[in-house]
Structures are given as structure tokens and as C-alpha cells.
């Protein structure tokens, strides 16, 4: 029986009658052959896994519009150890369509990295409780997202009064080590789930991100002298800044691209550490500063935030997604008011291009020498074939979104 047409499916209903699918995979490092590789440096492996992660993902890439992967860690007190599994989420028009994406995406998606061993959930009861193994209280869950800083123009551009910038995740190939580790020593049971969406680069973006790029380059250069006394009038001090991030977008987000989202939750009512939420924003921006740790400010965020973790969705809270813009800027109409426009930073917000999707999305691995950090997860017989795919009856309001 091949990994492509192997049961050990999860099917759940969409409100409109439409099915998604649900496949797992428990990973775990490889062995390494003796336990040292002496003839290679530890920069070298390094470099290696990060080539093959991204080989890797390239691969998975799709034009399909509704697949995800969501790479979940899951610490466990008990043990002192983390689980580390992937959840791949495709869509189908019915069940038949569903189980078809499966067999489609898995001979891709099998092809994991040599430094991972993976080992196919069969029991689609065990996945379902991998998607929701708990669900957070408030205060329990958290998302780690690209920072949004709103600033006023002091040199007005036509009618807009206000400047957006979008930061971006700027790590190299950073280790999670550290995350993984703090991870492991947290004493309730905690989880971090990094959600990977493909896209293609929204059209007319790049071009939009262009002009704003070419307009704040105006705004951070000094202007014409004022006539009345003869003095330069300064560049905008936030202008530079937004210069940057815009013409480094423009060139960045073109092509192939996915949505991201980070979430961290907590058994119980506790909040999510901030040791941990914290440790997380810096692996993905440690130059700028340009990640932050969103928190469910209602409600409604609340109910975003775990349908998010527990469906596997990319749905924004209403009211913490925005950070730090003022309500009034939010709605599409008030678009003239802003140089970044709100369209450009809702397409923005969200997006990775080839080089963040390698930072965020780190596979399990450890180095010889380094603390067992993750559970060994036998690799089991081949599931049983189901060829109608498993079901779950316990689907609640925390379903699949858009």
C-alpha cells in the first residue's frame, strides 16, 4: 500500500457542503549515522537542512487555493519533551474531491527532508485531537505577526495625512533551538502551530508598492526651501523608514508567495507566556524588531484567534490585527486618508516570500551534543486503508475558514 492512496484520512464538512481534508504526520530529527558527522562543521549541516527545507517547500508549493501545512510543536510537562507533527489541510468540492487532493499532494508533501523521519498518522481520531488538543481560554492564545507601525505625515502627500508600514520577518535561517527548548520547560501544556498557505502574488500589488516606495523616497528627502524664510523644509522622519520596507516589498513579493500565521495557546486560563510569545518574534525578526505578539482583544478575536489554531485557518482578529492603527483608518473608504492605503497593508500583512517561508517554517533537528528535545515517535504499520476517509462528528463552531 503506497503512502498516496493509504487511509488515515480526516474528512469534516463545510457549511456549504463543501469537505475538508486532513492528513498528519508525526516527525522527528533523523538519526545521525554514529551520532557525528566529524568531517562536516555544524554551519555547514545548518546550511544544509535550511537548503533542504526549502527545496522542500518549493515543491509543496501550489496553485491550488485552499491547501495549507501547519507545522505544529506540542509541548508536553510531562515529559519534558515536544511533538513535533504536520497537519496538510486540502479542499474539496465533496468527500470523492477531498480524498483526491490527498492523493494528489502526498507523493510532495512524503518527500520530507533527510534530516526528518515522518511517520504517517493513521488514526484519524489522534489527528483530530492534534488539531485541537485543547482550547484556550481567553488570555490563553496569542499570534505573532508582522508589526504594523501607523505614523502622521509632517509633510503631507496630496490629501493622505498618514503613513503604514508593514515590517517584515527578517531572520536569515534562524534556529529554533530556543524556542523548541523553552518550549519543552513550560509546565502547562502549550503549542505552537506555524500555518503555511501558498499564494501568488496579488495582482497590480507590486505595482502599487512601487509608487508608495517612490513617494516616500520624496518625503524623506529634504524639500524645496520654504519661501517665506528661506530654510529647507526636513524630510519626514518616518519617511526613510517606510521608503525601505516598500521598495524591499516591491521587489520581494512577486511570483510565488505564501500567507503565514503563527500561533502560540496555553491549557487553561493563564495567559500565553511572554517569555515564550516573545522568544518567537525575535527568531523571526531579530534585526528590526518587526514582529509582535497580537493578543485577542474581544470576544470575537477570541473566537478568530482559536478557530485559527484548531481549524487550521488564516483569518484575521478584527480588532487586534490592526495593532496600532486608529479605527476610523481601517474601513476601505478611508483609503484617501493613507499613503500605504488599508489594501495594501491587509495584502501585506500576511505574506512571506521564499525566505521568510524558510525561517518560519523550521523542521525538527538537533545537533550531536545538544539536549533531547523532541519525542521519538515510532514509525507505525501503514494505516489501515480507508477509502472513503475518516470523519469527525465533534466539529464545532472553530471550523475551516476562508
Known sequence: MTGADAGGVLLRAAPGGETWAYVAFALSPAVMPGGLYPEF??????????????TWLAALWTDRTTARWDLRFVGDPASGRVGAFLVAQVYGADRAAALGAVREALPVLERFPAHVTAARVGDTGRIARLLAPFVPGRGGIAEIRKRLTCRTLTRPWGAERVATAVSRFDAGAPSWTPVWAQLAAEPRPTVVSVCLEPCSAPAGLVEGLTMRAQAFATLAAPGIPDPLHGLPVPGDPFAAEAHRL????????????????????????????????????????PESSGAVVVRPRSAEDHRVACGNLLGVNQDRQPEAYWQEVPAFLRPPAAGALWLSDPGTVTALADLVDADEAAAVFRLPHEEPGEPELFALERRAANPSRVPTGGTDAGWTDFGPGD
Request: charged share 30%; glycine share 8%; hydrophobic share 45%.
Open 41 to 54: 562543521s555544524e554551519a555547514r549541516r545548518a546550511a544544509e537542512r535550511v537548503a533542504a527545507e526549502r
Open 246 to 285: 516598500y521598495d524591499t516589498a516591491a521587489r520581494r513579493y512577486t511570483g510565488r508567495l505564501h500567507r503565514v500565521r503563527v500561533s502560540v495557546a496555553v491549557e487553561g486560563e493563564a495567559p500565553v507566556p511572554e517569555v515564550l510569545a516573545g522568544l518567537i518574534g525575535h527568531t523571526l525578526a
